[in-house]
């Protein structure tokens, strides 16, 4: 089915979280690509369109960091995947193959230029288009996923 999304990339990542007092904090290593140091906070409550909340370091070489972050903070385990980003308006869409887990798809829809109320109307449209089952949601992040097995 095509709903007119753009292919933006397709790229490996691999996402190394570290123990934080609250939320999440991953350093994201992208060959190729600056590193990016991600912290974020989001409602694991519900699996449905929430609010997430993030800020982001671009660094164009995090190995002395991320040693200083495992040596203080301690790891919490590694995620590593292949990610194809689409866009449709202001909405991401992640193709994941995730290690040891398998295929997801994930939607963000960025509020740059729209309201929350508009962005949640923008995802809620996106899972119609894509004709989703919102009972196979998870609110969790793939981290949380892994441990569990």
Excluded at 97 to 106: A, I, P, Q, Y
Excluded at 126 to 135: A, M, Q, R
């Amino acid at each position: 089915m095509s709903i007119g999304a753009n292919l933006e990339w397709t790229r490996k990542q691999v996402d190394t979280f570290f123990n934080a007092p609250s939320g999440w904090l991953k350093l994201r290593e992208v060959e190729g690509r600056p590193c990016e140091l991600i912290s974020y906070r989001r409602s694991v409550e519900d699996s449905g369109p929430r609010e997430s909340d993030y800020d982001i370091l671009r660094l164009e070489d995090a190995h002395e960091l991320k040693s200083v972050l495992e040596h203080s903070l301690g790891i919490l385990g590694i995620v590593e995947k292949q990610r194809a980003l689409w866009l449709y308006r202001n909405t991401r869409v992640h193709l994941d193959r995730v290690k040891g887990l398998g295929d997801f798809l994930e939607l963000e829809t960025v509020l740059a230029g729209i309201d929350a109320r508009e962005g949640t109307a923008e995802s809620e449209e996106v899972i119609g288009l894509l004709e989703l089952n919102k009972e196979l949601f998870i609110s969790v992040p793939y981290l949380e996923l892994l441990q569990r097995q």
